[in-house]
């Protein structure tokens, strides 16, 4: 606080003084920042030297604790994270471009997660469909995907269990995203006779629906940035989607955070053909399929205890075109190159028909 209190006390009190102050500090500000973007970028090429195209560098979350633990304000904990993320984008971008599919149009909830993840610093590539979005990145028109896996009020996103069993891609990254449904409109609340917006955002606002709008049709569409569009250019229709859609799409929020569940939290996950570096606060994603007899799960799972392996999750889903066959979706504490990790891999394997490791990664916090 030395320097800082010293600056303080010789801040100028004449407006010429003050924007004479304001542009010595942007100049000093600008030769700090290239200064932190050398030496990360130089770090990050003697800590990875061979990898290629970069993600938001392992140690996001730790590092926008400390920002938070130091930072006396007067700007918000959450300014300086958005601050920081775009500083660590446009240093993930140096010398490359990353380009990042995602379920749009522009602001739907996978927008936003790409963003809290990447920053602005890339190229962004919004499709119509989960199944596209695995398919840009299969054919390497993508560096990256993200993709919701797992809702905290509808549980699993049955469009990407279904692409992980098609197509060989990894997951290399999650984002956690606190899921606000607002309620927007160019007419009065009293007059919107439709309501558009995807089936699980409806899902999640069902018992707000129907309190406040019970006469009003609802209508499934493939994104919430869709049902914005809708309803900017449909007379009386509204749609559910973000309060950054209301700003992009030029519409009112009628009601903020109408969504059932106050801690309704969408997780995403980021998918590549690049595997994430181990952090130490990693989970590991993988699929099998068990032959179809008694016990046979039981004796999956069995591996797991005894490897001391904590499970998070599991879902099973069936295999398309299949007589009854499922795959099993399970996430485990800890990443794919720790030893107890590799050796309940490996006795799995024995054990499976097919198992697949879909990749490890570092667990972060949700975030608004």
């Known amino acids: 606080m030395g320097k800082d209190s010293s600056r303080l006390k010789k801040t100028p009190t004449t407006p010429a003084g003050l924007k004479q102050q304001l542009e010595r ?33 392992a140690g996001s979350d730790e590092l926008f604790q400390r920002l938070t633990e130091h930072n006396r304000g007067p700007l918000s904990a959450e300014a300086v994270k958005a601050i920081y993320r775009e500083l660590i984008s446009g240093i993930a971008a140096i010398g490359k471009t990353r380009r990042v599919a995602f379920l749009g149009p522009a602001y739907s909830y996978s927008h936003v997660a790409t963003l809290h993840r990447f920053g602005h610093a890339i190229e962004p590539i919004p499709v119509g469909t989960i199944p596209a979005v695995f398919e840009e990145v299969m054919k390497n028109h993508a560096h990256f995907g993200v993709v919701p896996i797992e809702n905290s009020t509808d549980g699993r996103i049955a469009d990407t269990l279904d692409m992980f069993t098609r197509l060989p891609v990894k997951i290399c990254g999650e984002v956690q995203l606190r899921i606000h449904h607002c309620l927007l409109a160019k007419c ?72 059932d569940n106050a801690a309704n939290v969408t997780r995403f996950a ?60 399970v996430e485990l504490d800890g990443h794919q190159t720790d030893a107890k990790n590799k050796r309940a891999i490996l006795l799995l394997e024995r054990k499976c028909v097919r198992l697949e490791v879909l990749g490890s990664y570092e667990r972060n916090a949700p975030v608004d």
């Open 188 to 259: 009065p609340r009293a007059d919107i006779v439709e309501i558009y917006s995807r089936p699980q955002a409806l899902s999640q606002c069902r018992n707000w629906l129907a309190k406040h709008l019970p006469g009003a049709r609802t209508i499934e569409v493939t994104s919430t940035s869709t049902a914005a569009q809708l309803a900017r250019d449909k007379p009386n229709a509204a749609a559910i989607a973000s309060a950054q859609a209301a700003a992009y799409y030029g519409l009112d929020v009628l009601a903020p955070n109408i969504e």
């Open 25 to 57: 500090t942007d100049r000093e500000l600008l030769q700090l920042i290239n200064l932190r973007a050398q030496l990360a970028h130089k770090l990050e090429t003697l800590d990875k030297p061979d990898v290629g195209v970069e993600q938001i560098p």
């Open 270 to 329: 980021v998918i590549s053909h690049e595997p994430a570096h181990r952090t130490g606060r990693d989970r590991m994603s993988l699929m099998f399929e068990v032959e179809h007899r008694p016990g046979g799960l039981a004796d999956a799972i069995n591996i797991l205890k005894k490897n001391r392996l904590n499970m998070t999750w599991i879902e099973s889903f069936p295999i398309a075109g299949s007589d009854g066959r499922y795959m099993f979706f």
